[in-house]
């Protein structure tokens, strides 16, 4: 079992940055691929980043390349979100993820372990 506490969160104004964090119980976390997925109201959740277990391979929205950069450090069990630039279309919950196997996936509905969610939001 594995238990994620994303923080981080908060009210920027636009073209600040903010690092979300994602710490993770569970011996096994380090072989997990992991995602971040963000939710706005009235909207569905929607993928952000996604990274492999060991680190080497991610992929993002497009919204978000070139800003945002997923990382992980398997030795502390946290998953990272660096988002730079940050603008009012970013403003959502934020949601870190895991998955059992071996590859990332862009599907909310492939994730297996979720946490509760941090909010971010950015003002004009």
């Known amino acids: 079992q594995v238990q994620l506490v994303e923080s981080g969160g908060g009210l920027v104004q636009a073209g600040d940055s903010l690092r979300l964090s994602c710490a993770a119980s569970g011996r096994t976390f380090n072989t997990y691929p992991v995602g971040w997925f963000r939710q706005a109201p009235g909207k569905e959740r929607e993928f952000v980043a996604a990274?492999?277990?060991?680190?080497?391979?991610?992929a993002y929205v497009d919204s978000v390349k070139g800003r945002f950069t997923i990382s992980r450090d398997n030795a502390k069990n946290t998953v990272y979100l660096q988002m730079n630039t940050l603008k009012p279309e970013d403003t959502a919950a934020y949601y870190c993820?895991?998955?059992?196997?071996?590859?990332?996936?862009?599907?909310?509905?492939?994730?297996?372990?979720w946490g509760q969610g941090t909010q971010v939001t950015v003002s004009s």
């Open positions: 993820a895991a998955r059992l196997g071996t590859l990332y996936s862009r599907d909310a509905k492939q994730y297996d372990y």
């Open positions: 990274m492999d277990w060991s680190g080497v391979s991610t």
